[in-house]
């Protein structure tokens, strides 16, 4: 499994745009061959962060993700409405329950 932890903090005026693109991500990634899990969480500290869960079945889901057009939109769209770049955490499974 390979998971991959993306962070976003919205300008504020922007949240609900970046928020209606994150939820179009999970229509698409529940698609995708590969996709274990995609979702998109809100941050309750901070409303204009988000958080979005990404769990693949191996890191080349990922990546064929990543190089989707819509995605790639995405990001050039987020360079505009977000305060900062994306951070992304990219992870290999060693042990999980459940």
Known sequence: MHLLLAELSARPACAGEVEEILRKLVDI???????VRYAVHRRKDDTNAFVV???YRDAAACDAH???PPVKQALER????L????RLVFCDLIAAAG
């Open 29 to 35: 990634a529940s698609g995708e061959e590969g996709n």
């Open 53 to 55: 869960y990404e769990l």
């Open 66 to 68: 990543l190089g989707s």
């Open 78 to 81: 987020f360079e505009t409405l």
């Open 83 to 86: 305060s900062a770049p994306p």
